[in-house]
């Protein structure tokens, strides 16, 4: 996502290109890209001039989205996004400190944007 959003010159970026330049598997590659545009962080191109490009400005899209795309609900425990998961959720003290834990890091993912990592990044 973040070289998508470093190289943004309102054209898709081939594949292959991110692939080598990130020093990742093309079909590995490509289930990550599947996943970003089925959660509409990425849209995707056919045939000879295509290739991938964030579906929106890298300012809007929190790093948080991203993660969550990917890895799904970002939380520590089962209990936090789901009480059913445990009888006890309930009545457990230490659920509360799950539940600050899981809003501490939803709250620091969400306060990033790709346009933040862009100033970072050191992309070919």
Known sequence: ???????????PVPISEISAAESIPAPFLERILASLRVAGL???????????QLAQAAADVPVGDVVTALEGPLSLVGCVPD???????DSCASRIVWRRLD???SGALNSITLADLT???VTP
């Open 83 to 89: 009480g059913d998961a445990c009888e006890r959720a």
């Open 119 to 121: 100033k970072e990044a």
């Open 103 to 105: 809003s501490a890091i």
């Open 1 to 11: 996502m973040v070289y998508l959003a470093v190289h943004d010159g309102g054209q």
């Open 42 to 52: 990425v849209k995707a191109t056919r045939g000879v001039s295509g290739g991938f």
